[in-house]
């Protein structure tokens, strides 16, 4: 089992740019593949992007493509989300999740998520 802490949410100005971090417990995070999703007031979660259990392979929302860059640091068990150019839309409750196996973009396919870290981009 894995137990995970979302960090580094706030309040940012469109264009600006915050990293999120997901500290996982346990000794063997390089055994999960990780996404990060997002959810916000009345919409379904989604996808926001993935990274294979060694940092090989990244996957992500066409919406984030270019502004996003999902990384993980194994060695420190975290898994990182860098936003740049936020926009208003990015508004959301960010998560983190692990999967002991490949999961891609499906929720369904994650055991273990973390309570989640508001990023709130003001216009």
């Known amino acids: 089992q894995v137990q995970l802490v979302e960090s580094g949410g706030g309040l940012v100005q469109a264009g600006g740019s915050l990293r999120l971090s997901c500290a996982a417990s346990?000794?063997?995070?390089?055994?999960?593949?990780m996404g990060w999703f997002r959810q916000a007031p009345g919409k379904e979660r989604e996808f926001v992007a993935a990274i294979s259990w060694s940092g090989g392979s990244t996957d992500y929302a066409d919406s984030v493509k270019g502004r996003f860059t999902i990384s993980r640091d194994n060695t420190k068990n975290t898994v990182y989300l860098q936003m740049n150019s936020l926009k208003p839309e990015d508004t959301a409750v960010y998560y983190c999740?692990?999967?002991?196996?490949?999961?891609?973009?499906?929720?369904?396919?994650?055991?273990?998520w973390g309570q989640g870290t508001q990023v709130t981009v003001s216009s």
């Open positions: 346990g000794r063997t995070f390089s055994s999960y593949f």
């Open positions: 999740a692990a999967s002991p196996r490949y999961s891609g973009s499906y929720p369904g396919g994650y055991n273990y």
